[in-house]
Nanobody
Framework: QVRLVESGGGLVQAGGSLRLSCAAS????????MGWYRQAPGKQRELVAT???????NYADSVKGRFTISRDNAKNTVYLEMNSLKPEDTAVYYC????????WGQGTQVTVSS
């Protein structure tokens, strides 16, 4: 079992920045990829960014150049640095860890005002 706890969400004006954190505990040695996903009201959950154990990253086109995913394996934590935020980035952001199974955090709300 893997437990994920997200933090760092909040309300920010357009053009602002936020940094999300996701701390993993439990069977962390089984974790391979980690990632951030988001779900806006009335929409499906979508991929934001992923990072492998080796540090390779992948981003949704909508966030490329604005968001940066990083991982501190010593702290069992993955981060999402979000810059130049737009109102359309408003969503609940979820952390995911992939081992044999996929594990999700509880989500953290990000609201960007125009």
């Amino acid at each position: 079992q893997v437990r994920l706890v997200e933090s760092g969400g909040g309300l920010v004006q357009a053009g602002g920045s936020l940094r999300l954190s996701c701390a993993a505990s439990g069977n962390i040695f089984s974790i391979n990829d980690m990632g951030w996903y988001r779900q806006a009201p009335g929409k499906q959950r979508e991929l934001v960014a992923t990072i492998t154990n080796g540090g390779s990253t992948n981003y949704a086109d909508s966030v490329k150049g604005r968001f940066t995913i990083s991982r501190d394996n010593a702290k069992n934590t993955v981060y999402l640095e979000m810059n130049s935020l737009k109102p359309e980035d408003t969503a609940v952001y979820y952390c995911k860890a992939v081992s044999v199974l996929g594990y999700w955090g509880q989500g953290t709300q990000v609201t960007v005002s125009s």
